[in-house]
């Protein structure tokens, strides 16, 4: 499994310079545009059932971005001036044959055609019909609001590193999200929390296992995290360092450049050095409790809970980065399929408990039916637990989801429909539980809640 937007797409955009004054875009071919004040959003694809409410969502992202930190687009502009724009392509290969590099798959360009105004695609490419329904994908919405903070940086002071500016850029992009629902605090949002476990993971890996304290954190936690920071901030993450089967490992520069970030922003004097700073940013870090960790994909917090996209290539699934104890239990979820082409079928997946690998999965499909399977561990393949092939699952709408487990025994159903129960004799279901989507499908979870049964 991969991520969505990989670590090489955010590293280039983040380490681009802040462009001033943009020149005229599409002059006499763009589809649809809507401006607000010094901002302007324009989509570029040929459908009309989407086309003003895809410009009008990116429309909504740049606003929150320019109202989450300075300087906001007026300024840059004047009260005449030309106005701030981004742009939003149907798919990633539109945009390479828009921006002249026909055969290239382009998630973003800085520099649309030489004008200085970026532009971004919509990841996965969607059928209309879906992203009228969904709205933007996770990933977009985050490449949208990256674009947004690099585009509204001011310059930086000289002798300023890379990853400061980058983490502010971030920082800004990440309070833009929140502020219209579509993310959660860092500790809480899939993408930055899972990056926030990866960095924890590494920091308990720095120094021998007897320096540790009550905590496990290991004995002098602050200066050997500060120096991983500064190296995961500076550079892609060390695969020596981070775990190299997790997606999560791509974000961890992120969270460590936000982390850096926000020190610099409580250093009111502006007196702490670099090292400093790092010192604060591993001790903030110690005090986090990530949520999610990811898995693959791309899913993100959304204004009626949550939502996953997955790729045709990959599934989408975060899982719970500390599980809490094992018992009885009961899940509760209510969800709504998509698939990201209509022609295929869309697919919601809910795990209901992983042991290092060790997974009960429950698979909803939208032709094939309703599936509890297992996978006794990473690579092996799944084995149907219980079934209900001949059901139809309806795309477009909620479906209630509850799963009982007694201690021995798991029930599910699923809208009207009971599987058979299954006694689980090898293994408690016990470890993390977590949610996302099949290869080519999205996912709304607006409910996903695991707590103790009654």
Not at 56 to 65: D, N
Not at 288 to 314: C, D, I, K, N
Not at 389 to 405: M, S, T, W
Request: glycine share 12%; aromatic share 4%; proline share 7%.
């Amino acid at each position: 499994m991969q991520s969505t937007l990989t670590l090489s797409a955010l590293a280039a955009l983040l380490a681009l310079p802040a462009v001033q004054e943009p020149r005229p875009v599409l002059d006499g071919e763009r589809k649809h545009t809507l401006t607000e004040g010094a901002l302007r959003a324009s989509a570029l694809w040929r459908s009309e059932r989407g086309l003003e409410r895809s410009a009008r969502q990116v429309l909504e992202i740049f606003t929150a971005v320019d109202a989450a930190g300075a300087p906001r687009a007026a300024e840059l502009t004047g009260p005449e001036g030309p106005a701030v724009e981004l742009l939003l392509a149907e798919s990633a290969a539109q945009l390479g044959k828009l921006g002249g590099r026909r055969g290239e798959r382009v998630q973003w360009d800085p520099d649309f055609r030489g004008t200085g105004t970026p532009a971004v695609a919509v990841v996965p490419r969607m059928n209309d019909r879906v992203l009228f329904g969904t709205g933007l994908p996770p990933a977009t919405r985050r490449l949208a609001a990256l674009a947004a903070a690099r585009r509204l940086a001011p310059e930086a002071p000289a002798g300023t590193p890379g990853w400061l500016t980058s983490g502010g850029c971030s920082l800004r992009a990440q309070r833009g999200l929140e502020a219209i629902g579509h993310a959660r605090a860092m500790s809480v949002e899939p993408w930055t929390s899972s990056g926030l476990v990866e960095l924890r993971s590494a920091l308990a890996l720095v120094g021998p296992a007897q320096g540790r304290d009550p905590g496990g954190v290991p004995a002098g936690a602050s200066e050997r995290g500060a120096e991983l920071l500064r190296l995961a901030a500076a550079a892609p993450p060390s695969r020596d360092l981070f775990l190299a089967d997790r997606p999560a490992r791509d974000s961890a520069g992120g969270a460590a450049r936000m982390l850096l970030a926000l020190e610099r922003e409580g250093d009111r004097a502006g007196d702490l050095t670099h090292d400093e700073l790092a010192v604060r940013a591993a001790n903030r870090l110690q005090g986090l409790r990530p949520r999610w960790v990811v898995e693959g994909g791309a899913v993100a917090g959304h204004p009626g809970g949550w939502m996953a996209t997955a790729t045709r290539a990959s599934d989408a699934l975060v899982l719970e980065a500390s599980p809490p104890l094992a018992g009885p239990f009961r899940l509760d979820a209510t969800v709504v399929i998509f698939a990201n082409d209509p022609k295929n079928a869309g697919q919601a997946d809910l795990v209901v408990g992983d042991q290092d690998g060790d997974r009960i999965l429950l698979a909803i499909n939208t032709r094939e039916g309703i599936y509890l399977f297992r996978r006794p561990g990473v690579g092996e393949p799944y084995e149907i637990l219980a079934e209900m092939g001949r059901v139809e699952v309806p795309p477009f709408k909620e479906i209630k989801v509850q799963i009982d487990y007694d201690g021995e025994v798991i029930q599910v159903q699923v809208a009207d429909v009971k599987l058979a129960p299954v006694r689980l004799a090898e293994r408690t279901l016990d470890g993390a539980a977590g949610f996302g989507a099949h290869a080519g499908s999205s996912v709304f979870f607006k409910r996903f809640k695991r707590g103790p049964r009654r």
